[in-house]
């Protein structure tokens, strides 16, 4: 890793937002899935979360990789899980809905801990999910269609959010939010991903880096990385 890259890096996950996130329920176009992420990482959202439909492992296969090394996903069975887990980290649970009850995106205050409910292309947001929502939410619209497609109406929700946490100093590069180490575990993988492949294996802790981002490990670590591993009988 050059220490160009170890600085890039270190300044993306200064700005990551954990306490921001969107729940993709049933989206299954690949293509959907993967502008959602690009745009999560772009705003610099840590982990989206996501219940699939019964082909979800098939879109997620097709989604760009390149947006995925940087937004942790995590997949919930059903809404109620990825609801419950959400509410359990504090935050407001959002649902994009045309209802009696609903307000503007724009109205809503994004510097809280929020999720985002982001409904299939097919059926939009299920009865249950919106059930468990803190709030509906609308895009106004003044054309005669009247929804966006989900990765653009999550584009806009989102770059309001981090419009609103800009504003509120929620990005600065001195108070970053994550974890120490989650930082270190990603700026390892990301950084040296063979020898983090090798060293998960082997059931090896990463060691530190150094100022470059060089591997700052002992002799005993290197040791154990190098020794040959056993090859497995053949069946």
């Not at 959400?86 to 009696?100: F, I, R």
């Not at 990603?186 to 990463?206: D, N, Q």
């Amino acid at each position: 890793m050059t220490p160009d890259r170890f600085q890039r890096i270190q300044s993306v996950l200064a700005t990551r937002q954990p306490d921001l996130t969107v729940c993709m329920e049933e989206v299954h176009k690949p293509n959907n899935v993967s502008a959602i992420i690009r745009t999560a990482d772009a705003v610099g959202v840590h982990k989206v979360h996501a219940v699939w439909p019964k082909e979800g492992m098939r879109v997620l296969s097709h989604t760009s990789a390149g947006a995925r090394n940087w937004v942790e996903l995590e997949t919930h069975d059903n809404m109620v899980n990825a609801v419950n887990t959400l509410k359990e980290q504090g935050m407001q649970v959002l649902a994009t809905n045309l209802s009696d009850t609903a307000i503007d995106f724009r109205d809503v205050d994004y510097t809280k801990p929020t999720a985002i409910i982001l409904g299939g292309e097919k059926n939009g947001i299920t009865p249950e999910a919106l059930a468990l929502a803190d709030q509906d939410i609308i895009i106004p619209m003044v054309g005669m269609v009247q929804s966006l497609n989900v990765s653009v109406a999550s584009a806009l929700i989102l770059y309001e959010a981090q419009r609103q946490r800009q504003n509120a100093g929620m990005y600065d590069l001195e108070k970053t939010q994550l974890p120490d180490e989650v930082v270190h575990r990603i700026l390892f993988e990301r950084g040296h991903p063979v020898l983090a492949k090798v060293a998960r294996r082997k059931g090896l802790a990463y060691p530190p880096l150094d100022e470059h981002g060089q591997i700052a490990a002992d002799d005993q670590w290197w040791s154990i990385m190098q020794a040959t591993e056993p090859k497995k009988k053949a069946k």
